[in-house]
């Protein structure tokens, strides 16, 4: 069943007023047919205290999904107001790796309350996940796969999957392990249902895998999903033994979370895992305040420079109506670039190895981008500026700031790239050397390129 927007604004509208009326039949029969996510959302939607209505008139199975969709807020309310019993069914439906990442976001008297329903094994592998560092392959893989002994034949494994499969996470591929849990290569359904079935698993795997380690970063593996289009991958330890497998919806929320993560401390914000609606006034301070803080100081130094040369600036006052023009000019070319370069290296497109080759090719970038926005401002300034507006400007005047453009485009360029590529080799997150932290600098590069062309051409 497909609804466009308006549909499901329309349906939100009946299901309040099904609930309103306590027709809860009705309101069953206008969602048991739509997608977990699109349930949550209509949920989300609705007045917070029908929420629990609408959870408990869902089947089981179709309850849990819908659960792993829910925002946290919600989880978090629900299992509240779940009784035990209501919040083991939750639990024994969850797949592993979503019951992890739910607990992750919880506080700690929910957590205990959670683990304390699981049962056993299941609080087992909890546990052991939640070991693993946070960013880590380990902490996002799920222990619910099919591994097959080498030595088991077709006729065997596929017995094997019609007992154990209802409760993986995935059958697409299974993998194949020797009696020590080494992982030795993996199995296709589709190789299983159109082998022989005498045939064994070593005979008919495919032994030229790909796999990560449990200590690997979670956003290099999930790289590897977008690189080799994988579904699943298997997690091995440092003995190569198959402990879990990381699934592709588990990549895609790293990528997505990643990304965000980025575009956030790009902006100079402070990463937050919450959406923006459910992230209250004073935490979206919180998050922005320490950049913005920063920021305005290391703004100082643009003020200190201007300062110092107040008498070049008395004596043409001309020149400070292009400051402006100069700075963002250069913050602009400095973002540019170091956009650039921040996408390559998160795409492992590029390492330390390759920056005197960014180097190399944005300098060219910065002398052609230069010189043209010199010669075009050139023009500005005689046709427009001079002749329109009546500016003093005259063509020493429009040489200092064509030069100072040209010098400040390419040492923005130099910076811009630059400097994400080392913020890498030093550990660092190289989005962080984005947008405000890079132009701040270029800032007072340009300020410096100016003032030195003015006193040596105009002689102040």
Known sequence: MTYQKESFENLIERMEAF??????????????????????????????????????LLPKELAAEVFV????????SLIKGFSRAELKEVIDELYLDDAVDIIEEMPANVVKRILATA??????DINNILQYPEDSTGSIMTTEYIDLKSHLTVQDALKKVRRVGQDMETINVMYVVDKDRHLLGYVSIRTLLLAEEDQ????????????????DDQEETARKFEKYD???????DKENRLVGIVTIDDALDVLMEETTEDIEKMAAITPTYKTYLNTGIFETVKSR???????????????????????????????????????DTGGNCGSQASVTVIRGISLNEITIKDLFKVIWKEMRVAVIVGCILAACNFVKLMLVDKLLFHNPITLTVALVICLT????????????????????????DPAVMASPFITTIVDAISLLIYFQFAKFLLHL
């Open 69 to 76: 969709e829910l925002d946290t807020d919600s989880q978090e």
């Open 200 to 215: 064994t698993m070593a005979e008919i795997m495919d032994d030229t895998i790909i796999s990560a380690s449990t200590l």
């Open 19 to 56: 609930l309103n009326e306590k027709k809860y039949v009705e309101a069953r029969k206008n969602i048991i047919d739509l997608e977990p996510v699109d349930i949550a959302y209509i949920m989300e939607s609705l007045p917070e205290d029908t929420i629990p209505v609408v959870f408990r």
């Open 119 to 124: 049962d056993p094994d299941t609080r087992r």
């Open 289 to 327: 305040i320490p950049w913005l803080l920063l920021l305005m100081v290391s703004a100082t130094f643009t003020g200190q420079i201007i300062s110092s040369f107040e008498d070049a600036l008395a004596a043409v006052t001309v020149l400070n109506a292009y400051i402006p023009m100069l700075m």
């Open 405 to 428: 453009l040209i010098f400040t485009v390419f040492a923005a360029k130099l910076v811009g790239c630059a400097l994400p590529i080392l913020a890498k080799t030093l550990g660092f």
């Open 230 to 236: 994988f579904l699943t991958m298997p997690v091995v």
